[in-house]
T-cell receptor, first 113, second 111 residues
Framework: QKEVEQNSGPLSVPEGAIASLNCTYS??????FFWYRQYSGKSPELIMF????GDKEDGRFTAQLNKASQYVSLLIRDSQPSDSATYLC?????????????FGKGTHLIIQP | GAGVSQSPSNKVTEKGKDVELRCDPI?????LYWYRQSLGQGLEFLIY????????KSGLPSDRFSAERTGGSVSTLTIQRTQQEDSAVYLC?????????FGQGTRLTVV
């Protein structure tokens, strides 16, 4: 069973602070990792992907990957109320197939003005 | 098309009726997924199609649920004899490699 775990939250962060979202996965053969944002009543939309160990930055967002620890995180700097959403971690496993892409349950992030 | 298209966007049906939900994936995408999301919950995997291979139906909650994908493109999810617990948003996603792209979903309400 290939699992992707996230803290469901809610995670409450004051405006302007750094929001840190975490995700762990069970399959060491996992190759690529995605962060999706889902606003209430909307579909998930991709905001970041990362394939290699280390950090990947895109604007206020930084994805961090540590394959040895089977851990991927998303940092949101200078958090804005518009960042309030559910963030879904998705992992592409090596085996392919339906469980080749597994989603976590998501973390509900609330940015307090 | 430019994105994943799902129809209808909203469906209200009476308990016991059958419903069909449609997904038109991004052109050229070989993989197609159906998920269900109840209010405030995470994504629940239902079924997966990959090219011409037999679909992975391991997520379907009961034999009232079935899905087809014709010509490797459009997919239809059918729910027979709907129950109130079937009320949810049904999301379709397609991909080749890399990220999955989601449609806007069909909100199904069984009354």
């Amino acid at each position: 069973q290939k699992e992707v775990e996230q803290n469901s939250g809610p995670l409450s962060v004051p405006e302007g602070a750094i929001a840190s979202l975490n995700c762990t996965y069970s399959d060491r053969g996992s190759q690529s990792f995605f962060w999706y944002r889902q606003y209430s009543g909307k579909s998930p939309e991709l905001i970041m992907f990362i394939y290699s160990n280390g950090d990947k930055e895109d604007g206020r967002f930084t994805a961090q990957l540590n394959k040895a620890s089977q851990y991927v995180s998303l940092l949101i700097r200078d958090s804005q109320p518009s960042d309030s959403a559910t963030y879904l971690c998705a992992v592409n496993h090596s085996g392919g197939g339906a469980d080749g892409l597994t989603f976590g349950k998501g973390t509900h992030l609330i940015i307090q003005p | 098309g430019a994105g994943v298209s799902q129809s209808p966007s909203n469906k209200v049906t009476e308990k016991g009726k059958d419903v069909e939900l449609r997904c038109d994936p991004i052109s050229g995408h070989t993989a197609l997924y159906w998920y269900r999301q109840s209010l405030g919950q995470g994504l629940e995997f239902l079924i997966y199609f990959q090219g011409n291979s037999a679909p992975d139906k391991s997520g379907l909650p009961s034999d009232r649920f079935s899905a087809e994908r014709t010509g490797g493109s459009v997919s239809t999810l059918t729910i027979q004899r709907t129950q109130q617990e079937d009320s949810a948003v049904y999301l379709c996603a397609s991909r080749t490699r890399g990220e999955a792209f989601f449609g806007q979903g069909t909100r199904l309400t069984v009354v």
